[in-house]
């Protein structure tokens, strides 16, 4: 049997990974899925249930760091440890700096893309450690290289690399493998229930969306780097040169970066 506890699953990346995940495995599969939204987490558990995986539906909101503990403890009271954990739960921010007054929703950014990884992966360090078993962090391409307009969700996406690369390196003599997936634009809402300058949900992304890599697929790479512990999943070439070209000619990423700014600011 294997223990899987995912957060944000209720929809997107995390729910389409539940899915997958109990489709390829079936009874074998305990899993633990949780979000803020009961309603949502349900209709995940109950597809996943089809395939024969055991369910546990754990509304958490991972920006409280006492959730993220309890979270932990009831997947470890229910079904005796951890095997695999993915900090998949995120939000997303657009806006300039220049049009924010008020800097409270990056404090909340933090804690639900940073601080909720940091206090789910902590509190099941020690469980991981016993199973050898699998970190996960959905990550973003948004920390490898900076956007303009992007400067909350990007502090947030390369501070959480920064945590996961360096505990990697500490759990490597314990057996524990720490996967970093970084997706581009994927086919979901998270860009539409981001913040806003106003620190409201935007409702439109600002990115464009044409493109967008299928939900499905985004599901099945950062499973596959799962399954073979895989330290990075970069899931596809524009990601791979943009990884490359930081190194060789920031200044020229830059300039793509303050181009693709001018053509968002045009008119519609």
């Not at 900076?146 to 390369?158: M, V, W």
């Amino acid at each position: 049997m294997s223990v899987v506890i995912i957060t944000g699953a209720s929809d997107g990346i995390g729910a389409e990974l539940a899915r997958q995940m109990a489709q390829a495995q079936g009874s074998s599969l305990q899993l633990v899925l949780a979000a803020r939204s009961w309603d949502k987490l349900e209709a995940v558990a109950n597809g996943c249930r089809q395939h024969g995986a055991m369910v546990l539906v754990r509304p958490t909101d991972v920006g409280r760091e006492d959730d993220c503990r309890a979270l932990i403890a009831d997947t470890v009271a229910r079904f005796g440890g951890i095997d695999t954990l993915v900090n998949n739960a995120g939000m997303s921010g657009h806006a300039l700096l220049e049009d924010v007054t008020d800097l409270g929703w990056y404090e909340d950014l933090m804690r639900v893309n940073l601080w909720g990884s940091i206090w789910c992966t902590h509190a099941a360090l020690p469980h991981l450690k016993a199973s050898r078993g699998r970190l996960v962090a959905v990550s973003s391409l948004a920390g490898i290289v900076a956007l303009p307009g992007r400067t909350a969700y990007s502090t947030t996406k390369f501070a959480m690399n920064g945590f996961f690369e360096a505990l990697r390196i500490e759990l490597a003599p314990h057996g524990v493998s720490v996967t970093v997936a970084y997706p581009g634009v994927v086919a979901t809402g998270i860009r539409l229930r981001g913040y806003n300058a106003q620190g409201l949900p935007a409702g439109q992304s600002k990115l464009d969306e044409a493109g967008a890599m299928p939900v499905d697929v985004c599901a099945r790479l950062i499973r596959d780097g799962i399954e073979q512990r895989q330290r990075e999943v970069l899931m596809s070439a524009k990601g791979r040169l943009a990884r490359w070209l930081k190194l060789i000619a920031p200044g020229l990423v830059d300039r793509m970066a303050l181009q693709a700014l001018k053509q968002d600011a045009r008119p519609h």
